[in-house]
């Protein structure tokens, strides 16, 4: 798993791991189902429609297929493209750090991480209503130091809840040392 590729410092516990919420990826495959099956129906219905054409529009039904398929073959590359950005971009609490790995390409990745000690404040933004009924937002994690170590990731489940465990798991931490 990926969570296993992290390096843990000695006495590390990951406390939680948490990716886009399951809403979004399911809406985007469904959208992209839908982008799959409109050329056949968009086919059935010019069929249908007993309209003269200029040409025989049987005449041309092999190369329909064959941009069909290559239709479906630029669908299955977004699919991939989109399951390989959910899968790869994840959040990961542990006792001592906030590590955030974010995929922007399939050759590019940016993995952010700072020390809880270091954890200046955390926010969160729910915006809208699906957002609030399925309970997702935006995790905002600042450091005191540099703005360019901070952690900022979208459409993350139960917001709330991960605010209260980094600042309790930074809590801890600081009254360790």
Same mark, same amino acid.
């Given at each position: ?39 056949? $129906? ?5 069929? =249908?429609?007993? +309209? %003269? ?9 092999? *190369? ?46 940016? $993995? ?5 000690? =270091?954890?200046? +404040? %955390? ?9 609030? *009924? ?44």
């Amino acid at each position: 798993m990926l969570v296993d590729k992290i390096n843990l410092e000695s006495g590390e516990e990951v406390l939680a791991m948490s990716r886009r919420h399951k809403f979004l990826i399911l809406l985007e495959c469904f959208s992209l189902l839908l982008v799959a099956v409109l050329p056949p $129906i968009l086919y059935i219905f010019v069929v =249908r429609s007993n +309209e %003269v054409f200029l040409f025989d529009i049987n005449v041309y039904f092999p *190369l329909m297929v064959y941009l069909y398929c290559v239709w479906l073959l630029g669908i299955w590359i977004a699919l991939f493209v989109a399951w390989t950005d959910y899968y790869l971009d994840i959040l990961v609490i542990t006792n001592h750090r906030l590590i955030m790995t974010n995929q922007t390409g399939f050759w590019r990745r940016s $993995i952010s991480s700072f020390r809880l000690e =270091r954890l200046q +404040e %955390v926010n969160i933004e729910i915006d809208g209503l699906l957002s609030t *009924l399925l309970d997702f937002g935006t995790l905002r994690a600042e450091t005191a130091g540099h703005g360019d170590e901070d952690i900022h990731m979208n459409n993350l489940p139960d917001p709330k809840g991960l605010k209260a465990l980094i600042m309790d798991a930074a809590e801890a931490r600081t009254q360790k040392d």
